[in-house]
Each structure stands twice: as structure tokens, then as C-alpha cells.
């Protein structure tokens, strides 16, 4: 059987408004990966990096490295949950046992099968894939802030209490699940187990904003603009002319586009 590893042809990430990237992303073996650090609502622990979001996902990057080494061709919640508990051991000796204000991140994940791919996503991540057949799927788990609603988006106040209450009952059942410290998040993912596939885009929500605000048509049109450096670099760029024009904050916007190669074991 071939095994097979992936390769970039796009990797960017650029920051947002808040001007700490956040974002990160990378690939070691039959593993790739977008980390999207959750802006820090709780107050922060002060971890060693410009921001508690940007030390986290820095070192999800690292360790999800350690973990794809170790995995080889894996089921993706297997490597993810591996590189979970190193950062749970990690966490213990700079953060004792708290968990709600330790930092977090959104997360897409893509895992090379023996005979296809396997994508990952926890909460507001995106992968786009493009099958040897043509045909596309476009994989994401659910919005992070979508369960305190939008009714009361008039109150600011309010709607401020309900995102902190939303992000304390994270990784708890019936909530939303994100990368933390709990390895049992892995098996709370969405996982989608496709064919083999010609090309797999994954980005984080900042990117994806490309998709909502029409700057390009829809999934396809994204893997089109992320196909080659230049028109994902003026996809972007259109984006953010975009957002500055409505007054939208910016957030961090990552791509890593990648194909497979093959080598026989």
C-alpha cells in the first residue's frame, strides 16, 4: 500500500485589527492543521507569549508536530487527542488544574487515510476538498458563538454576560467543544472521512469571512483563490478593503492549501 505525506502550495497567515496573530497553522507527515486561538474573554493567566490565545496556539502547533510524528497514518482524533493530553501535562505545571480560563482555539485538522483523507473541525475552522472525481466538500462544526443567539445583540451588556457564561461552559456536555486541555474533545469533533483527494484547503474564520462577505463565490470560489499565493494574497487583500469599508473588525486570517505525495512503504 502507498502511504503518503502532504506538501504545501499556500500556507499565509496575516493578523487582524488586534494585531497579535493568534493564528497559526502547519504539517508534519499525514497531518496538516489550522489553529484559531479564542480571543481571551476571561481575564488571562498570563502565559509566556504576547497573548494567552497566541502562546496557546503556538504550542498546539508544536505539539500536534509531536503527535503527527508519533501517529503516522492515524484516525484523526487519535493524533489530536495525543497532542490534547501533552498539552494537558504541559498546562499542569504553568496552570495548575484551571481549565475555563485556560486558553483554547478552533481547530480543522486533515488526516491522511490509506485510501483518502480524514478532516477534523472543531467549532468555527473550515476545510474545503477537492476529490479525485471533481467534486467538492466543505466541512465546519458550528459557529463559537452561535448558541447565545443574536435577539439580544441591542443590549451590549447582556450579550457581553452570555458570550463569558458561553465560553465557561465549554467543553462540558451540550456545549461547544474546542481545542483546551481535554483530550476527550477529539472524540467530540467533527469527523468526516472522505476519498482521495487532489487538494484540501483549510483556514480559520477570520479567512473564511472571504466566503460571507461575497468577496469570493462560495466554497469553490475560495478553493479557486486559494489555489496559488498570488489570487489568495488579493483575496485577502479584497477582504480586508471590504471590511474596512463596513467598519468590521478584522480578525486574523489564515490558509494552507495542500496536496499529497505519495512514496511507497
Not at 497579535?20 to 492543521?33: I, L, M, P, R
Not at 466541512?139 to 452561535?146: G, L, Q
Request: overall charge negative; glycine content about 8%; some cysteine.
Amino acid at each position: 500500500m502507498a502511504a503518503g505525506s502532504w506538501k504545501h502550495s499556500v500556507r499565509i497567515s496575516t493578523e487582524g485589527d488586534g494585531h497579535v496573530q493568534e493564528d497559526t497553522c502547519g504539517y508534519a507527515g499525514a497531518t496538516a492543521w489550522v489553529i484559531d486561538g479564542a480571543s481571551a474573554l476571561l481575564p488571562q493567566l498570563g502565559l509566556p507569549g504576547p497573548s494567552d490565545p497566541a502562546w496557546y496556539a503556538r504550542n498546539l502547533d508544536l505539539l500536534l508536530t509531536d503527535a503527527a510524528v508519533a501517529a503516522g497514518v492515524a484516525p484523526a482524533p487519535q493524533v489530536l487527542a495525543d497532542a490534547l493530553t501533552r498539552m494537558d501535562q504541559l498546562a499542569r505545571t504553568l496552570a495548575g488544574e484551571e481549565r475555563i480560563r485556560f486558553p483554547s482555539a478552533a481547530l480543522c485538522l486533515a488526516q491522511l487515510t490509506g485510501d483518502g483523507v480524514e478532516i477534523l473541525t472543531l467549532a468555527d475552522c473550515h476545510a474545503v476538498v477537492e476529490l479525485e472525481d471533481g467534486s467538492l466538500v466543505h466541512v465546519t462544526h458550528e459557529p463559537a458563538d452561535i448558541r447565545i443567539g443574536t435577539e439580544l445583540s441591542a443590549d451590549p451588556v447582556r450579550e457581553r454576560e452570555l458570550r463569558v457564561l458561553d465560553r465557561e461552559l465549554r467543553n462540558t456536555p451540550g456545549r461547544l467543544w474546542v481545542a483546551r486541555r481535554e483530550a476527550e474533545a477529539a472524540y467530540q469533533a467533527r469527523t468526516v472521512r472522505l476519498g482521495p483527494a487532489r487538494r484540501v484547503v483549510l483556514a480559520s474564520d477570520g479567512a473564511w469571512r472571504a466566503v460571507d462577505l461575497g468577496v469570493v463565490d462560495g466554497p469553490g470560489g475560495f478553493l479557486a483563490a486559494a489555489g496559488s499565493a498570488v489570487p489568495a494574497q488579493e483575496m485577502l487583500l479584497a477582504l480586508r478593503t471590504l471590511q474596512s469599508e463596513l467598519d468590521e473588525s478584522a480578525d486574523d486570517a489564515t490558509i494552507l492549501t495542500l496536496e499529497r505525495t505519495f512514496h511507497d512503504r
